[in-house]
């Protein structure tokens, strides 16, 4: 695996970071804090933000932004994490497929759209420095880490529909084999051309292709085969 395609994969395991901007009260200081966060079909961080919050005010000055996300738990110097420097931008969301998406993954987001002066807002990434471990630093490129062009996020809902009406047990399956969790219920909330995710009686829970899928035949092929190890392990 190219350390572009390492650096995504480890985005996508991780739902929140540290987003900062470029202060504007307090001009040229970098502004952070702790934020959820879904990546689009162009593997970007998507961020819900209010109007009213410091970050908007900071990116309509100045578009630069930062996310870092890293490992919980134990030592976070010894640990995995990455920053992903970019300019951040208003999502342009026709047709709602993003906000769906971004609820999926966040449904008690939904009373924040209500309220009407909440927004999507995407970093367009320019470089990314991943560290996967003591030594193994790397700065990579923005496309390096770019996902290959794919046709599934046109596929996204129809899929997730399908595996939660008729594949659902395989989907419970894949968690026993693949986490080691024996849950009750299991739902696919997003799918991906590296693999998808699954809310696990309320845990998200990442499962990995081995290799990229860029169309539904594709991802189907590897759905069945996570699907078929899952059962023959049981």
Same mark, same amino acid.
């Given at each position: 695996?190219?350390?572009?395609?390492?650096?995504?994969?480890?985005l996508?395991?991780?739902?929140? +970071?540290?987003l900062?901007?470029?202060?504007?009260?307090l001009?040229g200081y @970098? /502004?952070?804090?702790?934020?959820p966060?879904v990546?689009?079909? #162009? *593997?970007? !961080?998507?961020?819900?933000?209010?109007?009213?919050?410091e970050h908007?005010k900071?990116?309509?000055a100045d !578009?630069r932004?930062?996310?870092i996300v890293?490992?919980?738990? =134990? &030592?976070?110097?010894?640990g995995?994490?990455?920053?992903?420097?970019?300019e951040?931008?208003?999502?342009h969301d026709?047709?709602?497929a993003?906000?769906?998406?971004?609820?999926?993954?966040f @449904?008690?987001?939904g009373?924040? /759209?209500e309220?009407?002066?909440?927004?999507l807002?995407?970093?367009?990434?320019r470089?990314?420095?991943?560290? =996967?471990? /003591?030594?193994?630093i790397? $700065?990579?490129? *923005?496309?390096a880490?770019?996902p290959?062009?794919?046709?599934?996020?046109?596929?996204?809902?129809?899929?997730?529909?399908?595996m939660n009406a008729?594949h659902a047990?395989?989907?419970?399956d894949c968690c026993?084999? $693949?986490h +080691?969790r024996?849950?009750?219920e299991?739902?696919?909330?997003?799918? &991906?051309?590296? =693999?998808?995710d699954?809310?696990?009686?309320g845990?998200?829970?990442?499962f &990995? /292709?081995?290799? !990229?899928?860029? &169309? #539904?035949?594709q991802?189907?092929?590897?759905?069945?085969?996570?699907?078929r190890? #899952?059962?023959?392990?049981?």
């Amino acid at each position: 695996m190219s350390a572009g395609a390492e650096a995504r994969q480890y985005l996508r395991h991780h739902r929140s +970071g540290v987003l900062s901007t470029i202060s504007k009260k307090l001009a040229g200081y @970098p /502004f952070g804090s702790v934020t959820p966060f879904v990546l689009d079909d #162009a *593997a970007r !961080p998507v961020v819900l933000v209010s109007r009213l919050a410091e970050h908007t005010k900071n990116i309509e000055a100045d !578009p630069r932004a930062s996310l870092i996300v890293a490992d919980a738990g =134990g &030592d976070v110097q010894a640990g995995a994490r990455l920053t992903l420097l970019g300019e951040a931008a208003r999502a342009h969301d026709e047709g709602g497929a993003l906000r769906a998406r971004y609820l999926r993954y966040f @449904p008690d987001a939904g009373r924040l /759209f209500e309220l009407g002066d909440f927004s999507l807002f995407y970093i367009e990434p320019r470089l990314l420095r991943f560290i =996967g471990g /003591f030594g193994d630093i790397k $700065w990579i490129g *923005a496309e390096a880490c770019a996902p290959p062009a794919s046709r599934l996020a046109a596929r996204e809902e129809d899929i997730l529909a399908h595996m939660n009406a008729d594949h659902a047990h395989d989907l419970l399956d894949c968690c026993r084999h $693949w986490h +080691g969790r024996t849950v009750r219920e299991a739902r696919m909330i997003g799918i &991906d051309c590296d =693999g998808f995710d699954v809310r696990a009686d309320g845990e998200v829970l990442r499962f &990995d /292709f081995e290799q !990229p899928a860029t &169309d #539904a035949a594709q991802a189907r092929e590897a759905l069945v085969t996570l699907a078929r190890t #899952a059962r023959s392990s049981a």
